[in-house]
């Protein structure tokens, strides 16, 4: 620390505690220690510096004028005010420019991040010295009206501003946080023209329906999906579509983001006890045609809008649901009568935007392996990717495009939903209707080229619900099932008594009394009664096929699997459970007689009959396969009437042999 007084002391011992370092003393001239400060720490110096390459040719923008004492406290409070309102100015032209939806800046360790949100993203933009960050900030507040003294709590306010022909609307949000205040400021652009029902890109089916819907006299829409998919905009869109002289529409907003001709828009204020429930009630009194609820929040918000909608008003609202089934369920859960919604509600619309791959470089793409394990489908068609340019800005993607998943409320699905039907029932009834998931419809846009899977998957959540499988049959189950519908292996055991499940070593129902043993060993006798398995492992295309057909042959009803590969025929044998197994010794990957042996390690194993084929017909192979744990080998050319011969004495004792012919 460098000081001019040799006697200095005062001080020392507050700057080791507040920065943990220890501080070592320097004599420096006042003058050389005032230079110091002022090249490293002058905020005009280091604006300066960051907007020297900016001309003012290009900012032929302004605000609407401040008033004189506002002014006055900007000037006093930010002696460099002239280079930061430059930056203030340039930080949001750039945005404007880009077309960005929102700017952050924010506080990090020696230095202000400013992010801008670009379709849906955020990228950051620049990096300012953190000495910057208060003159910024209270630039920002004396243009959205806001206090520049308060820093300990969030403020809210607005900046209209006009720039060539855009007149701009600025949310201002700020933030105390602990490196210093962060703001947020959300973009609105008023001049902007609502887009039309016909341009957001619902399939034309379903705009159609929507399109009938819409001219009802009452019931209910909802738009679902998380902030920032599009539902205000398709929101908006569908009373641009209706709006008239002749009908009397009111929305209820929060806040109020784009003005409507011709509509009343009240903005909901919960800080001063004005909320939608609230505000909902007393717009029901102005004799309205058309309701718009921004959100449904809690349950007197549903309550109300649901009575409006069975009473000769339509009412718009969104819900944040991952899906349109599950917007019905969530609905009832939040304790809305089922009955209720079944006969108010018309339409949900789930949607998401996705970015739109540039044109300009757009190139073909092949993922990695593990993507096509898991989608097989993405085989079918070419893949491509934003390679990023100068349109683009280098990010591949320029634009956005809506992805919607309607679900009409039909006869069907009003049944179910009037009965307190699950999603799955819900989702079921819909698909009678043409119902199509939000990956389905992605999937078409994917295939099209429009858009990449990265994208995707970045805005669909795809739950991959875990599979119950029958574990001997490996077909899919339900949780509730007692026993397999495919096989009949007993997936619960339940007492014939009570009807109630009981553990497999209990000997004695605890709920009833009744006795388990002898229950026990017939459910032991019939555990292996289903469908006949039998897989073939050969490398060779004719031998396995004509080992498939002669199986066949044998027992029609039976279940066989194939594989070209010892790995396979590993992979398969474990995953399909088999009753017989026929591997050839010599295959790609391990031999026959090493997947035998990896078998003969399982418990589950240990009673399957192995049969070894080799062309090599001497002790040694011999010796090697019944080391392995093979039952029997048998020798190429295949003898049928050997193999036939033993494969039935082998399967003698299994009790699936009865089912497969």
């Not at 960005?100 to 010295?129: K, T």
């Not at 652009?189 to 379903?206: A, F, H, M, P, T």
């Not at 001063?272 to 349950?299: M, N, W, Y």
């Not at 029609?556 to 044998?573: Q, S, W």
């Amino acid at each position: 620390m460098a000081v001019d007084d040799p006697l200095f002391s005062g001080g020392k011992e507050e700057i080791q505690f507040v920065t943990g370092k220890r501080v070592k003393l320097a004599i420096a001239p006042r003058s050389s220690i005032i230079r110091a400060i002022q090249k490293h720490y002058n905020v005009e110096v280091e604006v300066e510096e960051l907007l020297k390459n900016y001309s003012d040719e290009k900012m032929d923008f302004h605000t609407e004028p401040l008033e004189e004492a506002e002014k006055e406290a900007w000037d006093k409070e930010n002696p460099h005010s002239s280079p930061v309102a430059k930056l203030t100015q340039h930080i949001i032209v750039t945005a404007v420019e880009r077309g960005a939806s929102d700017i952050h800046i924010e506080p990090q360790e020696g230095i202000v991040s400013v992010r801008y949100r670009i379709d849906g993203v955020l990228h950051e933009e620049m990096r300012l010295p953190i000495w910057v960050l208060n003159s910024l900030v209270s630039r920002i507040k004396i243009l959205s009206k806001l206090d520049i003294a308060e820093k300990r709590i969030p403020q809210d306010g607005r900046i209209r501003l006009h720039f060539k022909d855009k007149k701009l609307v600025c949310r201002v949000s700020t933030l105390p946080s602990y490196r210093g205040e962060k703001v947020v400021i959300r973009l609105l652009d008023s001049s902007k023209s609502i887009i039309s029902l016909e341009q957001l890109g619902i399939d034309g089916k379903y705009l159609t329906r929507l399109e009938e819907i819409i001219r009802k006299p009452q019931g209910m829409i909802l738009t679902t999906g998380p902030t920032g998919s599009g539902k205000s905009t398709t929101l908006y869109a569908i009373l641009q579509k209706i709006k008239n002289p002749a009908i009397n529409i009111i929305t209820l907003e929060d806040p109020v983001e784009y003005e409507l001709e011709g509509i009343t828009q009240v903005q909901i204020r919960s800080k001063a006890g004005l909320t939608f429930a609230k505000a909902l009630r007393s717009v029901l009194r102005q004799d309205p045609d058309v309701v718009l609820v921004g959100e449904i929040r809690d349950l007197e918000t549903a309550q109300i809008a649901f009575e409006a909608a069975m009473t000769g008003h339509l009412v718009l609202s969104t819900l944040h649901t991952n899906d349109s089934p599950s917007t019905v369920t969530r609905l009832m859960e939040m304790g809305v009568d089922p009955f209720i919604v079944a006969s108010s509600l018309e339409m949900v619309i789930a949607q998401r935007l996705v970015r739109k791959i540039c044109r300009a470089c757009k190139i073909p793409h092949i993922p990695e392996n593990e993507i096509f394990q898991k989608w097989p489908e993405l085989h079918n068609f070419p893949l491509f990717r934003g390679k990023g340019c100068e349109e683009c800005l280098y990010k591949g993607y320029k634009g956005r495009l809506g992805i919607y998943e309607i679900l009409p409320i039909t006869p069907r699905v009003r049944e179910v939903i009037q009965k307190g039907g699950s999603e799955k029932e819900i989702l079921e009834a819909a698909r009678f209707a043409g119902y199509r998931p939000l990956w389905e419809i992605a999937m078409e846009k994917l295939k099209e080229g429009i858009t990449s899977l990265e994208e995707i998957l970045r805005v669909i959540h795809r739950e991959e619900k875990e599979e119950l499988r029958c574990p001997q049959c490996n077909h899919e189950i339900q949780p509730d099932f007692v026993a397999c519908p495919y096989c009949q292996f007993q997936l619960k055991r339940l007492c014939v008594n009570c009807k109630k499940e009981v553990e497999p070593n209990w000997v004695i129902c605890p709920y009833c009394g009744h006795s388990l043993y002898q229950e026990s060993k017939e459910s032991e006798e019939q555990k292996n009664i289903g469908e006949l398995r039998i897989l073939i492992a050969d490398d060779d295309p004719v031998v396995l096929d004509t080992l498939y057909e002669f199986f066949l042959s044998l027992y029609p009803k039976c279940k066989i699997e194939k594989a070209m590969t010892g790995d396979e025929a590993l992979e398969l044998g474990l995953k399909f459970h088999p009753h017989l197994i026929i591997l050839d010794e010599i295959m790609p990957g391990k031999k026959g007689t090493e997947v035998c042996k990896l078998f003969r390690e399982r418990e589950e194993f240990d009673e399957v009959p192995i049969i070894i084929l080799t062309a090599s017909f001497n002790n040694q192979v011999k010796e090697v396969a019944y080391q392995a744990g093979a039952t029997d080998f048998l020798s190429k050319p295949i003898n049928f009437m050997e193999i036939s011969s033993k494969s039935r004495l082998f399967l003698k004792g299994v009790k699936v042999l009865k089912n497969s012919f």
